[in-house]
């Protein structure tokens, strides 16, 4: 059963002016779409048709770098999408707890997550997430992902050009300002740590 194209989770004007309707119907639309539609040839009729994304990504890692690509990228881009959110929310107390224990405030997190992106070389993704209890800020370049590794992904940011360009031209900081300080979705956040495992991408 082939993967689609998942749903934004809100319309596409409530990122404005972190990220533009403009920028969600490309990104979104033609960027995501070509990952999952070039993935969803690649594993037709083989074995990973009825996988789950994961194992998918798990499976095509360090084997086939082609499906790895566009599985690893339908799955971030999923993940992005629901780790901004169109109003505002706040952490929860646990997760709270977590990242003050980890980095002093949600001031500082935010602080150290715009830090880590701006400086981010190239393309890739900009993670919260949670290790045996343990908060952290992690980088993965290009299509890369955390979706099989042994941390749990809480959020995440996207730091290739295309996510920011038409908004803030070459001006990373200025996205990363955008998004960190207004359009977090800390209550997705929230729940990805009280789950306790990774995301599931829907299929």
Same mark, same amino acid.
């Given at each position: 059963m082939a @993967?689609?194209?998942?749903? +934004?989770?809100?319309?596409?004007?409530?990122?404005?002016?972190?990220? $533009?309707?403009?920028? +969600?119907s490309y990104h979104h639309g033609k960027h995501h779409n070509a990952y999952v539609s070039?993935?969803?040839?690649?594993?037709?009729?083989t074995p990973h048709d009825?996988?789950?994304?994961?194992?998918?990504? $798990?499976a095509a890692r360090g $084997?086939?770098?082609?499906? @790895?690509?566009?599985?690893?990228?339908?799955?971030?881009?999923? @993940?992005?999408?629901h780790s901004m959110a169109g109003s505002e929310t706040a952490p929860s107390d646990e997760l709270k707890a977590k990242i003050e224990e980890a980095f002093g405030s949600v001031d500082e997190l935010k602080s150290q997550l715009k830090s880590r992106g701006a400086g981010h070389f190239a393309s890739g993704w900009v993670w919260l997430a949670e290790k045996d209890g343990k908060l952290s800020i992690?980088?993965?370049?290009?299509?890369d992902t955390l979706a099989d590794s042994d941390f749990n992904p809480l959020l995440t940011i996207d730091v290739w050009e295309h996510a920011y360009y038409l908004d803030h031209q070459n001006a990373r900081p200025a996205y990363l300002d955008a998004v960190v300080d207004?359009?977090?979705?800390?209550? @997705?956040? $929230?729940?990805?740590?009280?789950?306790?495992?990774?995301?599931?991408?829907?299929?």
């Amino acid at each position: 059963m082939a @993967f689609k194209l998942i749903d +934004l989770p809100y319309a596409d004007t409530a990122l404005d002016p972190a990220v $533009s309707a403009e920028t +969600l119907s490309y990104h979104h639309g033609k960027h995501h779409n070509a990952y999952v539609s070039k993935m969803n040839d690649a594993i037709e009729g083989t074995p990973h048709d009825d996988a789950a994304l994961e194992d998918v990504i $798990s499976a095509a890692r360090g $084997s086939n770098q082609g499906l @790895f690509n566009n599985s690893a990228q339908t799955w971030n881009h999923g @993940f992005y999408w629901h780790s901004m959110a169109g109003s505002e929310t706040a952490p929860s107390d646990e997760l709270k707890a977590k990242i003050e224990e980890a980095f002093g405030s949600v001031d500082e997190l935010k602080s150290q997550l715009k830090s880590r992106g701006a400086g981010h070389f190239a393309s890739g993704w900009v993670w919260l997430a949670e290790k045996d209890g343990k908060l952290s800020i992690e980088e993965t370049h290009d299509g890369d992902t955390l979706a099989d590794s042994d941390f749990n992904p809480l959020l995440t940011i996207d730091v290739w050009e295309h996510a920011y360009y038409l908004d803030h031209q070459n001006a990373r900081p200025a996205y990363l300002d955008a998004v960190v300080d207004n359009k977090i979705n800390w209550a @997705f956040a $929230s729940e990805n740590l009280a789950r306790g495992t990774t995301w599931t991408y829907p299929k």
